[in-house]
């Protein structure tokens, strides 16, 4: 029976060994090592990472900590870059790629970004949504006024998180972008600041050294804060190569603030404004010409709006209409967009075979309904699925454009929620809104119901292509003798002559090398892929017998990050024994400096009865000749 490892626990004690997160400049992995650049070498203890259980060993080489781990490196990788303070320094160049081109489409890459930046702050945004709930409930039940004291205090302990979204996502940010958390937060700050908002609620026209400054609230924003962190962990890499070691310090700090504020308040804010503007005009337009397609794109496309924060340019709209001629036509398709969400939301919390995701997804799902609050909703469950939040937006056009049909307006400005019907009864009919908000309900609720199987075992899949890596924890009973064939043609020699101390001490398994004569590279078993980084140096297969094998193309050629090498395979296909893994450039390698001997390792020899290099039948190795012979 196999160990089982605590990856959590090996990164936990590997990053305190070398002296914690504020060491770590970056880490990286190639197929079997986790690769520490740090920032003061003698701070690590190396015989603490050595004796880390699921370390097999530990070498100090290129400039690099390289932690020895085998086939299961992703999952200790995956470990490493979620403890606190690690997620900013991963690198991507040995990441699994999203596609057999490596390349994510646009929406993937987005889902990826927001996901990141969101995932953090996910549970205290579904936990304080609920307190808005149970608080606005108690408002429309008359439980609670809003000019006591009490509902001021408790609405400020619910809401001030909502409002000073764009700081908390500052640090979530800056992390994701490799930015400094304290430095993104005074970049963000002065967004929020009482002074600012008081200066930007005005209506005079502004200025700031000539020029204009757009009037806008950022409070509860998302994209300006976004935005402003990814623009300043540029500006602050620069700043740190060329300002002079006695004034990086304090004047990183400092220039990144004065730079970045005006920046955002001349860039951001108004192209954030003036887009919002465009799309308030347009909708207006719309109505006045098709009142239900009108009604299908607001219903369709509020909750993307909100994703990108311009929903807000709607509001002062809304807020005018209702003040001018008592009601706002616009509101009303907003009430189908939200509730499809929340039912789509519910429809995971009670269909998803994912205990964690139901956790988030039933909460989230209540303070939508009741509060109308979706970002738990959002970025917590249905964008990271992708097809509930498509769904939810199908679902909420459908009824918008009922809406739209109905003449539907609101009279009071409430946040769009099961309890939001009551401002929905005096313009149109309230039947209708009902209609099509149950409508959207019933539709999203559905629709998600029925694909989110199909969309878990892809998402399952997917995972399960990206680590591909479990605990092997059956005995084989089989007996019989399994050959694996040498991947190459070449010159065989013996492990121990390798010049590289992991492969040549037998850390990584008992096995053979090759000093290659031929580009061309093969399977030296059948079986699935379980790893093939980026780079293409390196391939790990394991076969149906639970023989795991590594193919390792030159010693650290990881460095050289996939150029020279062209891989046929990808993680997770399967393959069978002789079939083209890839070829290699070795005269190019050769002239860039790296040795091109070909490793070929058993990385669970422990396991069987034997594993044994047999006499080579010459000075050349023939591929397709048995390189090493295993007893099961």
């Given at each position: 029976?196999?160990?089982?490892?605590?990856?959590?626990?090996?990164?936990?004690?590997?990053?305190?060994?070398?002296?914690?997160?504020?060491?770590?400049r970056?880490?990286?992995?190639?197929?079997?090592?986790?690769?520490?650049?740090?920032?003061?070498?003698?701070?690590?203890?190396?015989?603490?990472?050595?004796?880390v259980?699921?370390?097999?060993t530990?070498?100090?080489?290129?400039?690099?900590?390289?932690?020895?781990?085998?086939?299961?490196?992703?999952?200790a990788?995956?470990?490493?870059?979620?403890?606190?303070?690690?997620?900013?320094k991963?690198?991507?160049?040995?990441?699994?790629?999203?596609?057999?081109?490596?390349?994510?489409?646009?929406?993937?890459?987005?889902?990826?970004?927001?996901?990141?930046?969101?995932?953090?702050?996910?549970?205290?945004?579904?936990?304080?949504?609920?307190?808005?709930?149970?608080?606005?409930?108690?408002?429309?039940?008359?439980?609670?006024?809003?000019?006591?004291?009490?509902?001021?205090?408790?609405?400020?302990?619910?809401?001030?998180?909502?409002?000073?979204?764009?700081?908390?996502?500052?640090?979530?940010?800056?992390?994701?972008?490799?930015?400094?958390?304290?430095?993104?937060?005074?970049?963000?700050?002065?967004?929020?600041?009482?002074?600012l908002?008081?200066?930007?609620?005005?209506?005079?026209?502004?200025?700031?050294?000539?020029?204009?400054?757009?009037?806008?609230?950022?409070?509860?924003?998302?994209?300006?804060?976004?935005?402003?962190?990814?623009?300043?962990?540029?500006?602050?890499?620069?700043?740190?190569?060329?300002?002079?070691?006695?004034?990086r310090?304090?004047m990183?700090?400092?220039?990144?603030?004065?730079?970045?504020?005006?920046?955002?308040?001349?860039?951001?804010?108004?192209?954030?404004?003036?887009?919002?503007?465009?799309?308030?005009?347009?909708?207006?337009?719309v109505?006045?010409?098709?009142?239900?397609?009108?009604?299908?794109?607001?219903?369709?496309?509020?909750?993307?709006?909100?994703?990108?924060?311009?929903?807000?340019?709607?509001?002062?709209?809304m807020?005018?209409?209702?003040?001018?001629?008592?009601?706002?036509?616009?509101?009303?398709?907003?009430?189908?967009?939200?509730?499809?969400?929340?039912?789509?939301?519910?429809?995971?919390?009670?269909?998803?075979?994912?205990?964690?995701?139901?956790?988030?997804?039933?909460?989230?799902?209540?303070?939508?309904f009741?509060?109308?609050?979706?970002?738990?909703?959002?970025?917590?469950?249905?964008?990271?699925?992708?097809?509930?939040?498509?769904?939810?937006?199908?679902?909420?056009?459908?009824?918008?454009?009922?809406?739209?049909?109905g003449?539907?307006?609101?009279?009071?400005?409430v946040?769009?929620?099961?309890?939001?019907?009551?401002a929905?009864?005096?313009?149109?009919?309230?039947y209708?809104?009902i209609?099509a908000?149950?409508?959207?309900?019933?539709?999203?609720?559905?629709?998600?119901?029925?694909?989110?199987?199909?969309?878990?075992?892809?998402?399952?899949?997917?995972?399960?292509?990206?680590?591909?890596?479990?605990?092997?924890?059956?005995?084989?009973?089989?007996?019989?003798?399994?050959?694996?064939?040498?991947?190459v043609?070449?010159?065989?020699?013996?492990?121990?002559?390798?010049?590289?101390?992991?492969?040549?001490?037998?850390?990584?398994?008992?096995?053979?090398?090759?000093?290659?004569?031929?580009?061309?590279?093969?399977?030296?078993?059948?079986?699935?892929?379980?790893?093939?980084?980026?780079s293409?140096?390196?391939?790990?297969?394991?076969?149906?017998?639970?023989?795991?094998?590594?193919?390792?193309?030159?010693?650290?050629?990881?460095?050289?990050?996939?150029?020279?090498?062209?891989?046929?395979?990808?993680?997770?296909?399967?393959?069978?024994?002789?079939?083209?893994?890839?070829?290699?450039?070795?005269?190019?390698?050769t002239?860039?400096?790296?040795?091109?001997t070909?490793?070929?390792?058993?990385?669970?020899?422990?396991?069987?009865?034997?594993?044994?290099?047999?006499?080579?039948?010459?000075?050349?190795?023939?591929?397709?000749?048995a390189g090493?012979?295993?007893?099961?």
């Amino acid at each position: 029976m196999a160990t089982t490892i605590d990856f959590q626990l090996l990164a936990r004690e590997v990053v305190n060994a070398l002296g914690g997160a504020e060491n770590i400049r970056s880490v990286v992995h190639c197929a079997t090592r986790l690769r520490f650049a740090l920032a003061d070498s003698s701070r690590a203890d190396l015989k603490k990472v050595q004796a880390v259980p699921g370390v097999l060993t530990v070498v100090y080489a290129g400039g690099q900590h390289q932690v020895v781990v085998g086939n299961d490196v992703p999952l200790a990788y995956n470990a490493v870059v979620a403890l606190p303070g690690m997620g900013s320094k991963g690198g991507k160049e040995t990441e699994a790629p999203a596609s057999k081109s490596g390349k994510k489409n646009p929406l993937d890459a987005f889902v990826d970004i927001i996901s990141s930046i969101f995932t953090p702050v996910l549970w205290a945004l579904a936990g304080i949504a609920l307190g808005k709930a149970f608080l606005s409930m108690s408002v429309q039940f008359g439980l609670l006024n809003q000019e006591t004291t009490e509902y001021v205090v408790l609405n400020a302990a619910v809401d001030g998180l909502f409002t000073f979204l764009p700081l908390f996502l500052a640090v979530t940010a800056a992390r994701r972008f490799r930015a400094n958390e304290f430095i993104a937060m005074a970049v963000v700050a002065p967004l929020l600041h009482p002074d600012l908002v008081t200066l930007m609620s005005s209506k005079e026209s502004l200025s700031f050294l000539g020029l204009p400054l757009t009037p806008m609230s950022y409070a509860s924003s998302v994209i300006p804060a976004i935005a402003s962190v990814w623009a300043l962990s540029y500006l602050q890499r620069g700043l740190e190569k060329i300002l002079p070691s006695a004034l990086r310090n304090f004047m990183v700090p400092v220039l990144c603030v004065v730079i970045m504020v005006p920046l955002v308040l001349l860039t951001i804010g108004p192209l954030t404004m003036l887009l919002a503007n465009a799309i308030s005009q347009g909708l207006l337009a719309v109505f006045q010409a098709a009142p239900w397609l009108a009604g299908a794109i607001l219903g369709g496309f509020w909750q993307v709006l909100v994703i990108f924060g311009l929903h807000w340019g709607l509001v002062p709209v809304m807020l005018n209409d209702i003040a001018t001629v008592g009601y706002s036509t616009i509101m009303a398709p907003l009430l189908p967009a939200v509730l499809a969400q929340c039912a789509a939301v519910l429809a995971v919390a009670i269909r998803t075979k994912d205990a964690k995701r139901r956790k988030l997804a039933a909460p989230a799902a209540f303070s939508g309904f009741f509060a109308g609050v979706t970002e738990p909703i959002i970025y917590g469950v249905n964008l990271p699925l992708k097809v509930p939040f498509i769904i939810g937006c199908v679902s909420g056009a459908i009824g918008g454009a009922i809406v739209g049909i109905g003449g539907n307006a609101q009279d009071a400005f409430v946040f769009p929620s099961l309890l939001a019907f009551s401002a929905s009864m005096t313009v149109g009919s309230v039947y209708t809104q009902i209609f099509a908000s149950g409508l959207s309900i019933a539709l999203a609720f559905i629709g998600t119901f029925i694909a989110l199987p199909s969309v878990e075992r892809k998402e399952a899949l997917a995972a399960e292509n990206q680590t591909e890596l479990s605990d092997m924890a059956q005995a084989i009973e089989t007996g019989g003798t399994v050959p694996v064939l040498l991947p190459v043609e070449g010159i065989v020699i013996p492990l121990e002559q390798v010049a590289d101390p992991v492969f040549s001490g037998g850390t990584m398994g008992i096995g053979t090398a090759i000093q290659p004569s031929s580009n061309e590279f093969v399977a030296p078993v059948s079986g699935k892929v379980v790893s093939a980084p980026k780079s293409g140096h390196a391939f790990g297969i394991r076969t149906a017998d639970g023989i795991e094998v590594l193919v390792h193309i030159g010693i650290d050629t990881v460095k050289l990050k996939g150029e020279h090498f062209s891989p046929q395979v990808h993680q997770g296909d399967e393959v069978t024994q002789g079939q083209p893994l890839a070829t290699a450039d070795l005269q190019a390698i050769t002239e860039a400096g790296f040795d091109t001997t070909t490793i070929l390792v058993v990385t669970n020899a422990a396991k069987f009865a034997a594993v044994r290099v047999p006499e080579p039948s010459g000075a050349s190795a023939i591929r397709g000749e048995a390189g090493l012979l295993i007893t099961l």
